[in-house]
């Protein structure tokens, strides 16, 4: 992906020329941990998913079994069904998925509005040190905020060059 913003000294003192490669720097990490909590937001969703499947599966054999004739020999399909549904909702219960998911999202949101500032800030050229600590702040804050996501992720994404 071609970098829209190169660094042009002109009219810009030597601490200006500073602050705006650290600005620079600072929105390509935030694009990288949009997309990081994306893909992790993602993958809460998909295993939230997959997992209310098989509840769904599972206990729909296992109800269903009931109807059925007793010497059918279809006894080992209800029990390891009505495992199978048991199993996904307690994990699913003390995983929690769905909140996860829901974190990285929001996450991933608030990185958003800090990567828009920092655009707008280098579009329009005009910032302050005080701008600057502002984000910085706001930097500290998020990150005890937000969950952390996974290594191979992060990985991921950098592979990709987002």
């Given at each position: 992906?071609?970098e829209r913003h190169?660094?042009?000294?002109?009219?810009?003192?030597?601490?200006?020329?500073?602050?705006?490669?650290?600005?620079?720097?600072?929105?390509?990490?935030?694009?990288?941990e949009q997309s990081?909590?994306?893909?992790?937001?993602?993958?809460?969703?998909?295993?939230?998913?997959?997992?209310?499947?098989?509840?769904?599966?599972?206990?729909?054999?296992?109800?269903?079994?009931?109807?059925?004739?007793?010497?059918?020999?279809?006894?080992?399909?209800?029990?390891?069904?009505?495992?199978?549904a048991a199993v996904?909702?307690?994990?699913?219960?003390?995983?929690?998925?769905?909140?996860?998911?829901?974190?990285?999202?929001?996450?991933?949101?608030?990185?958003?509005?800090?990567?828009?500032?920092?655009?707008?800030?280098?579009?329009?050229?005009?910032?302050?040190?005080?701008?600057?600590?502002?984000?910085?702040?706001?930097?500290?804050?998020?990150?005890?905020?937000?969950?952390?996501?996974?290594?191979?992720?992060?990985?991921?994404?950098?592979?990709?060059?987002?």
């Amino acid at each position: 992906m071609p970098e829209r913003h190169t660094f042009d000294p002109e009219g810009l003192s030597e601490q200006k020329a500073r602050e705006y490669r650290l600005l620079v720097d600072w929105l390509k990490e935030y694009r990288k941990e949009q997309s990081v909590y994306f893909l992790c937001g993602r993958m809460y969703s998909t295993i939230h998913l997959v997992l209310g499947i098989l509840i769904i599966v599972g206990s729909a054999i296992a109800g269903s079994s009931l109807f059925s004739e007793p010497d059918c020999g279809t006894n080992w399909i209800t029990g390891t069904s009505a495992l199978v549904a048991a199993v996904a909702g307690s994990i699913n219960t003390y995983l929690k998925p769905s909140a996860k998911a829901e974190s990285f999202f929001s996450a991933r949101m608030k990185v958003k509005l800090v990567r828009q500032d920092i655009e707008v800030m280098i579009e329009i050229r005009k910032w302050t040190t005080r701008d600057i600590y502002r984000v910085s702040d706001g930097l500290k804050e998020f990150l005890l905020e937000v969950p952390s996501a996974p290594k191979w992720i992060w990985k991921k994404v950098r592979k990709r060059g987002w």
